[in-house]
Nanobody
Framework: VQLQASGGGLVQPGGSLRLSCAAS????????MGWFRQAPGKERDFVAT????????YYAEFAKGRFTISRDNTKNTVSLQMNSLKPEDTARYYC??????????????WGQGTLVTVSS
């Protein structure tokens, strides 16, 4: 099982980034997917989750209206479009496979994360 996240980097406040996560080694379309983030010295926080079909999504309050989660079951990928980024969005972002859930315990597989830094 592998979840390879990419797309992180340095961006100025107000900018945008699109994170992608490529999945392999399991039946991607059978799993809900999620994005979490972890800032240095802090716990891993829920960002967004999407159902197996992509028909339903749910976001953390801070992500609503700025972030969009999506998936492509033909390509085994899940993405997170992040707009209007703020310095407080700086963190390592992780994709995860499991249930449609807001809790880390709802996910079985985790990627290594991709670092997002929002700074001028």
């Amino acid at each position: 099982v592998q979840l390879q996240a990419s797309g992180g980097g340095l961006v100025q406040p107000g900018g945008s980034l699109r994170l992608s996560c490529a999945a392999s080694g399991f039946t991607f379309s059978s799993y809900g997917m999620g994005w979490f983030r972890q800032a240095p010295g802090k716990e891993r926080d829920f960002v967004a989750t999407i159902t197996r079909t992509g028909g339903t999504t749910y976001y953390a309050e801070f992500a609503k209206g700025r972030f969009t989660i999506s998936r492509d079951n033909t390509k085994n990928t899940v993405s997170l479009q992040m707009n209007s980024l703020k310095p407080e969005d700086t963190a390592r972002y992780y994709c995860a496979a499991g249930r449609y859930s807001t809790n880390t315990k709802g996910f079985d597989y985790w990627g290594q994360g991709t670092l997002v830094t929002v700074s001028s």
